[in-house]
């Protein structure tokens, strides 16, 4: 397969912006051949429903503007729709363990969360915001708005939350210390 088509399934995959060494470091290339394969993506892609946009040294898939109003009416739809389970286990783990990454999410799911995550930061019930510890991923956490509607002025007035975080940590140190054994 071609180097191109690997860097837009590993961009579509992530859902969010990534930068070229990062790319270079997953696909074991060089940065020269990463360049130009984006760039023969960026060109592959005219006249397309998505594009390649690019500042500096992140990239990422987008739709492309001529689709907004398609992809606005699809989005109304969701808006709409029940968040379904998967949608209110992540959101919980959201309220209650956030500010999360999306790969403790996907680890205490044991599944991708990337397309639900999508959908609670359209609907507005969780915000993205910078990784202070690590620049190349986000926290998830729960928006004012949610707290608002639910009633609750933080997280920590959700039902049972001292309980909650009580089996959240057991878990994960049930899991830490799994990993240790199957280490040794």
């Known amino acids: 397969m ?4 690997k860097i837009e399934a590993l961009l ?3 859902g969010e912006t990534m930068k070229i060494k990062d790319i270079v470091k997953i ?3 060089d940065e020269e051949s990463v ?11 005219l006249n397309r429903g998505m594009q390649l946009i690019q500042e500096d040294d992140d990239i990422m898939l987008a739709t492309h503007p001529e689709m907004s109003e398609l992809i606005e009416e699809i989005r109304k739809e969701e808006l709409v ?3 379904g389970k998967a949608g209110a286990e992540t959101l919980a783990i959201v309220l209650y363990k956030g500010p999360i990454t999306r790969a403790e999410i996907d680890y205490i799911r044991g599944v991708n969360s990337i397309f639900i995550l999508r959908n609670l930061l359209i609907r507005g019930m969780i915000e993205k915001i910078s990784n202070p510890n690590n620049q190349r991923s986000f926290l998830y956490k729960s928006t004012t708005e949610l707290l608002a509607f639910l009633g609750v002025k933080n997280a920590k007035e959700m039902p049972e939350f001292d309980k909650v975080q009580d089996e959240l940590n057991k878990f994960a140190a049930l899991e830490e210390k799994k990993g240790d054994t199957e280490q040794n």
């Open 2 to 5: 071609e180097l191109d088509s």
């Open 12 to 14: 579509f995959f992530k």
């Open 27 to 29: 696909l074991k290339s």
């Open 35 to 45: 360049k130009d394969a984006v760039n023969e993506l960026k060109n592959k892609l």
């Open 81 to 83: 729709k029940d968040i």
